[in-house]
Antibody, heavy 115, light 106 residues
Framework: QVQLQESGPGLVKPSETLSLTCTVS????????WSWIRQPPGKGLEWIGY???????NYNPSLKSRVSISVDMSKNQFSLKVSSVTAADTAVYYC?????????WGQGTLVTVSS | DIQMTQSPSSLSASVGDRVTITCRAS??????LNWYQQKPGRAPKLLIY???SLQRGVPSRFSGSGSGTDFTLTISSLQPEDFATYYC?????????FGGGTKVEI
């Protein structure tokens, strides 16, 4: 079955850019939507945005000015960038398949924003 | 944004109990409602989509109902592996939003 795996730095300094990649295996990134969702420690889930394999995107307005999602079909990967991070961006970041319903998820990666 | 409100925020139950969790949307979302189960340190797992459709591989003791603004997730006979936090999520419009979660404890 489809597997997703997040990768990227676990520690980012305030005001810098958080960058994560999600690698999709046992399935093609084509013909699907792909999302990023985050969860601050001990808190609930927040949808960040999604991308279609063709490159069209939709972002949460609460983050839109700082977020960018891109796709690399040649590597079967999609990526997330969040700029100008603060401590409030500390969270477990999940990648998932889908844009209405999230049926496959990565295991999640904790990103801590701290100097 | 559509606000999703779950109740209760936590509950205590025993193995074999029937458990019901409710989710209310701040406006009508038709049947665009999903339920997820999350265990500590794990990613959420899709249980129910479209308010009442069981995701493949999910035990039949889980069921969902509702439409419009009011929805329920029912576990007909609680099993030890069902102790977890449950989230509802609306897929009617963007931004997609989740409820605050319901923690099911012993």
């Amino acid at each position: 079955q489809v597997q997703l795996q997040e990768s990227g730095p676990g520690l980012v300094k305030p005001s810098e850019t958080l960058s994560l990649t999600c690698t999709v295996s046992n399935g093609s990134i084509s013909s699907y939507y792909w999302s990023w969702i985050r969860q601050p420690p001990g808190k609930g889930l927040e949808w960040i945005g999604y991308i279609y394999y063709s490159g069209s995107t939709n972002y949460n307005p609460s983050l839109k000015s700082r977020v960018s999602i891109s796709v690399d079909m040649s590597k079967n990967q999609f990526s997330l960038k969040v700029s100008s991070v603060t401590a409030a961006d500390t969270a477990v970041y999940y990648c998932a398949r889908g844009q209405r319903t999230f049926d496959y998820w990565g295991q999640g990666t904790l990103v801590t924003v701290s100097s | 944004d559509i606000q999703m409100t779950q109740s209760p925020s936590s509950l205590s139950a025993s193995v074999g109990d029937r458990v019901t969790i409710t989710c209310r949307a701040s406006q009508s979302i038709s049947s665009y409602l999903n339920w997820y189960q999350q265990k500590p340190g794990r990613a959420p797992k899709l249980l129910i989509y479209g308010a009442s459709s069981l995701q493949r591989g999910v035990p039949s003791r889980f069921s969902g109902s509702g439409s419009g603004t009011d929805f329920t997730l029912t576990i007909s006979s609680l099993q030890p592996e069902d102790f977890a936090t449950y989230y509802c999520q609306q897929s009617y419009s963007t931004p997609r939003t989740f409820g605050g979660g319901t923690k099911v404890e012993i």
